[in-house]
């Protein structure tokens, strides 16, 4: 059975969902886990595949190898907030994080620079909070009760729409990834299928969920499970970003794993819901 670590993370749930169906003795393992130890994991051999952020491929593509045709990325991202004491036009010396949320900050720090000309230092803190905007300019915050939190009149920065309105393309999130040298045709048949599926199923999953309005409409529009054109072009876009910014030394080759065509059948049915 091929196991496979996903975040725990709401925006991942689809995905989680979309596993589940089908015949029982083609589900993996499902391993959930805090999005930023997905990647140890699947480097310890505790799994088979894992769902890792971006940035963890962009910075070391040598350990990974991506399986192609999966991957989760938005449009918009409700779960990820840049929340500023004050409105951007003001000015953004400093901003609080949680040191765990890496890709939020550095996508953070991105957007500032290449958006709003500000270059803020940032400032780690356990579990930041509202509150630390009594000195700070802006705090970070994550988490899947962000939707619903109550700012005031503060303004809420929308990650995913601000990377959108950056480059044009959707912020893919993560990639489906196994190990260098260790990827096989059945895992890219597994989160090929699971794709698939998150895709044909989205109504009923959206249905079946009480939530506001706006996070419906997130998960009915905005999230999105396949490694497409929009999804490559936006990987490249950000592994540029990273190289002008000085975060990355060099601009890598996304490390898709290769597969005979007698290996993969394209084209593959999702099972139904």
Do not use: C
């Amino acid at each position: 059975m091929i196991r496979i670590a996903l975040p725990d993370a709401p925006f991942a749930d689809p995905f989680v969902a979309a596993l589940g169906i089908g015949p029982e003795r083609l589900r993996p393992e499902v391993v959930r886990l805090p999005a930023h130890e997905t990647a140890d994991a699947l480097r310890r051999g505790d799994v088979d595949v894992a769902l890792v952020p971006s940035l963890a491929v962009l910075r070391d593509p040598t350990a990974f190898a991506v399986l192609p045709s999966a991957a989760l990325s938005m449009w918009d991202f409700p779960f990820v907030r840049l929340v500023l004491g004050s409105g951007v036009g003001a000015g953004i010396e400093t901003v609080v994080f949680d040191p765990r949320d890496q890709q939020a900050v550095v996508l953070t720090a991105l957007i500032l620079r290449e958006h709003y000309g500000a270059t803020p230092a940032f400032r780690p803190i356990e579990t930041p909070s509202l509150g630390d905007l009594d000195e700070a300019d802006a705090v970070l915050m994550a988490g899947p009760d962000v939707p619903v939190l109550d700012v005031g009149d503060r303004y809420a920065m929308d990650l995913g729409q601000e990377y959108y309105e950056l480059v044009n393309y959707p912020l893919v999130w993560g990639l489906f990834v196994a190990r260098s040298g260790a990827a096989t045709p059945e895992q890219l048949r597994l989160v090929k299928a699971g794709a698939a599926t998150a895709e044909a199923s989205r109504a009923g999953f959206v249905a079946a969920q009480e939530r506001s309005e706006a996070l419906r409409a997130f998960y009915a529009e905005s999230l999105r499970f396949r490694l497409d054109d929009l999804a490559t072009a936006s990987l490249t876009e950000l592994a540029d970003l990273l190289f002008e910014a000085g975060i990355l030394d060099e601009v890598p080759t996304l490390p898709v794993a290769a597969f005979k065509d007698e290996d993969v059948e394209d084209g593959e049915q999702p099972p139904e819901a």
